[in-house]
């Protein structure tokens, strides 16, 4: 190799130490502290099998969630079934997270990163606990501030890349890890399965509202078929373009909460839908309150014999299962977000033939 070929291989590696330098410092911009602890495991071992509780608190505000011998389950909302996919994802983060940067901070800094005490308000640290199955500690996390990122033009508040947390108060060391764990907020409602009832091939659909004349009955020979109006009159015809969000009523349920007691009834609407599968559903739907209706159910069935009439991929062990899972369902009340429901609350007229009163014509005036 040439004296010149050398050279210029030499400032080659110059250049690519010096892109390298700058690419770290650009993607650990923002992040302080003396790294003494940098690169460790932040909660270190555990076995996350062994976590049979999880308790998450900020003041007065606090959700639990407890391993039953068949599932997880939100303690504050009745023992209802929490949201297993989401506290699994969480575990196995927490398992694997790794310290960012670490600072020697005192106390008297710790409410401006909001890692306080209970009584300070906005400024107290959420606490995280993994608990066994006796109850006793595992591990605990204190979580303050979200880290955020330099703001850019497109985003001028900049957004969260990290969060600042402590592993024992008393030592006095904030740790900075590289994930704002939003997920880890004292809210039940954010906890509780998702899951709810799908009233699916629905074949008849009643609404009765506490004043007499806005209720209705449909009735139709198969999902597919044309809804009739039982009891209309003669001036009553069904008017087929609002008849669209009936094509498959009450199947998108979902959750918003779920309520310990029936409150917010008031004078409800009484929904029943039948479907082709043989179940029977009765909902009772109360006031609506910031977007979300209060509801309760029950529910019956009387499934097939035979799997003719039975759609695609439907046996009769999924329609038992189905039963079983939803009439479990019946022990609590929910608060249900009102677009799911807000289509099929439609009083009687609001499905008919709008009969308008056209002015005479010039013509017909005539005669």
Request: net charge neutral; hydrophobic share 45%.
């Amino acid at each position: 190799m040439s004296t010149k070929q050398l050279g210029i291989l030499l400032a080659l590696a110059l250049v690519l130490g010096a892109a390298v330098k700058f690419w770290r410092s650009q993607n650990s911009a923002g992040w302080s502290g003396s790294g003494r602890s940098a690169g460790q495991e932040l909660l270190g071992t555990f076995q996350v099998n062994d976590v049979a509780q999880v308790v998450i608190s900020r003041g007065a505000d606090k959700v639990t969630l407890v391993k039953t011998p068949d599932r997880w389950v939100v303690k504050e909302r009745g023992d209802f079934a929490a949201d297993f996919t989401g506290l699994k994802s969480l575990l196995l983060k927490l398992q694997g997270l790794k310290i960012v940067q670490s600072d020697d901070i005192g106390a008297s800094q710790l409410a401006r990163l909001q890692l306080a005490g209970p009584d300070a308000g906005a400024n107290a640290a959420t606490v995280l606990e993994l608990r066994d199955a006796a109850g006793k500690p595992m591990k605990s996390l204190l979580l303050g501030k979200k880290h955020m990122q330099k703001a850019a033009a497109e985003n001028p508040d900049g957004w969260p890349d990290g969060r600042y947390v402590m592993t024992d108060a008393a030592a006095g060391k904030v740790l900075l890890v590289a994930d704002g764990l939003a997920e880890v907020e004292p809210a039940a409602a954010n906890w509780v399965g998702k899951d709810f009832v799908k009233v699916d091939r629905a074949v008849a659909l009643a609404a009765t509202f506490p004043v007499a004349t806005n209720s209705w009955s449909l009735t139709r020979t198969n999902e597919t078929a044309d809804w009739q109006l039982a009891n209309a009159t003669a001036a009553e015809k069904l008017d087929s373009s609002k008849l669209g969000d009936l094509a498959s009523p009450l199947s998108n349920l979902s959750l918003a909460d779920v309520q310990t007691s029936a409150a917010g009834m008031g004078q409800p609407v009484e929904l029943t839908a039948k479907t082709a599968d043989g179940f029977a559903y009765d909902f009772k739907v109360g006031t609506k309150t910031n977007d979300n209706y209060p509801v309760s159910f029950s529910l019956s069935a009387v499934l097939p014999a035979t799997t003719n009439g039975l759609a695609a991929g439907v046996t009769l062990d999924s329609l038992k299962q189905k039963l079983a899972a939803e009439s479990a369902l019946t022990n609590w009340s929910y608060l249900v977000p009102a677009w799911t429901l807000d289509p099929v609350l439609k009083g009687r007229s609001e499905w008919l033939v709008t009969v308008t009163n056209e002015p005479a014509t010039n013509a017909a005036a005539g005669k």
